[in-house]
Every structure is written in C-alpha cells, then in structure tokens.
Nanobody, 126 residues
Framework: QVQLVESGGGLVQAGGSLRLSCATSGRTFETVVVGWFRQTPGKEREFVAADSWRGGNTRYTDSVKGRFTISRDNAKNTVFLQMNSLKPEDTAVYYC???????????????????WGQGTQVTVSS
C-alpha cells in the first residue's frame, strides 16, 4: 500500500498562486507515475498533471499548460503542484495519485492509478 496526503489547498483570488503538496509513504518503491487530478460536483475526476517518479517525463492537460508545474522531491517522497495564474474554473477538489503502471503517463485516466489521497479543496474567486 501507498499512502498519500495532500495539503496546501485554500481560497485564492483569480490570478493568484497556490502550491499543493502530496506526502507519500508506505510502499513508495512501487510508484512509477505520480499524478494530480481534480473533481467538481457532478463531474468525473479530471486529469491535471503527471510525472514519472524517476523524473524526466511530465504531462499536463491542455487547460493548465504554462500555468501549472508538477515536481517531486524524491528524498522526501513528496510531490508538488505549483499553480500560477489561477482561474475560477480551476476551482475543484485536487487529488494526488500514484500508479504502479508506466503507461499511466501515456494514458492519463483515473483508472490507471492505484492509490489516492483524500483531496484538498482549491477555490479561486473572481
């Protein structure tokens, strides 16, 4: 099992920034890909960004390219999502996820991920 705990969410005005953190523990050696997803009420969980745990390969959904950056601190088993130029449409619960499957980077679907955090709320006011 891999445990994930997100933090860093909150309320921010449009144009502002937030940095989400995801602390991982447990069998982290199983992790091949880490990702961030988001979800709003009544909608499916949406892919935001992913990175290979060993680094060097990142992927973003089009709506956040140039604004969000995923990064890792492998020594601390922590994943980050730096979110800049936030928009009201970025409002959602953000989830950190870990996958044992290398293809998770190429197939950014929630079903490709094995472990999930509890989520952290991000609210962007206009």
């Amino acid at each position: 099992q891999v445990q994930l705990v997100e933090s860093g969410g909150g309320l921010v005005q449009a144009g502002g920034s937030l940095r989400l953190s995801c602390a991982t523990s447990g069998r982290t050696f199983e992790t091949v890909v880490v990702g961030w997803f988001r979800q709003t009420p009544g909608k499916e969980r949406e892919f935001v960004a992913a990175d290979s745990w060993r680094g060097g390969n990142t992927r973003y959904t089009d709506s956040v390219k140039g604004r969000f950056t995923i990064s890792r601190d492998n020594a601390k088993n922590t994943v980050f999502l730096q979110m800049n130029s936030l928009k009201p449409e970025d409002t959602a619960v953000y989830y950190c996820a870990a996958s044992r499957y290398p293809n998770a980077l190429l197939q950014p679907r929630a079903t490709m991920y094995n472990y999930w955090g509890q989520g952290t709320q991000v609210t962007v006011s206009s």
